[in-house]
């Protein structure tokens, strides 16, 4: 059984992390010792010994934890002192936590979509700023920001018509940077084409000087009337330029 807490003993509460800066842990390597707290042990109202078994401390303001960051606690010896004599003392012994608060989680449904564009309805279960796109396709992105509780559109275009997408999303919580959460959902479908008319129509002609001959370049028709886009049910007539002919098979007006 323990009878005290020795106000000598230290508690030590390191970040250790050797990624670059910056980082969530505000340090890199030996830096880290630089933001290392040592609180007294035996501070009045920050340490308590409800029990031989339990010891908490309260950190209160001094202690400012960073997400994904990991820390080091070490006791060292001469924190407890046992009752039966020869009284004995707890040596020293250490562990270490990483800090994960709950990440952003988005729901994301369709709110419509068209032949070339698919439109979104994005919730978090947090205040999030975010950037989501098609997968395999970063051409197609869209940024916002979810605040007050209502969700957030967005358009994703330049796809193509009947067409399954997967969406990414990447989040992150608008009260800490380096909360952040990435999320694929998907199948979302654009709508099909259903619009036969054209926009465009080119003619063009190759003339064959013989039967055995090769076609030669081509050379633009005339289409009458002008052709209009989206225009249904027109009828054209081709118009041929006999001179490409005669100029590019060399052919004599006067045979036969």
Known sequence: TTSKVDGAARLTMCPNTTQSEPNSC???GAGCNMLCLRPDLGTEGGVS?????????????SLSV????TYQIVLEAGLLETQMLPA?????????FTYTPPHPVMELTMK?????????????????????EIV????STATGSYVDGQPTTIILGGLVPSTGYNVLCNGTAASDPWNTHSQVQGVFQTADDTNALLSLMRVSIQPRCCRECS????????LSPEFQSGRAGS?????????????NCAHDDSAN
Request: aromatic share 10%; glycine share 8%; hydrophobic share 25%.
């Open 26 to 28: 505000g340090c890199s």
């Open 49 to 61: 010994h409800p029990n031989p078994q339990v010891l908490t401390y309260e950190f209160g303001k």
């Open 66 to 69: 960073g997400t994904g960051c």
């Open 88 to 96: 004995k003392l707890s040596g020293q012994f250490s562990w270490s």
């Open 112 to 132: 419509e979509s068209s032949i070339d564009s698919l439109t979104l309805s994005v919730s978090w279960s947090m205040p999030t700023s975010f950037v989501c």
């Open 136 to 139: 395999d396709n970063r051409h």
């Open 215 to 222: 076609l030669s370049a081509s050379s633009p028709g005339r």
């Open 235 to 247: 009828q054209h007539e081709i118009t041929i330029d006999y001179s490409a002919f005669r100029k």
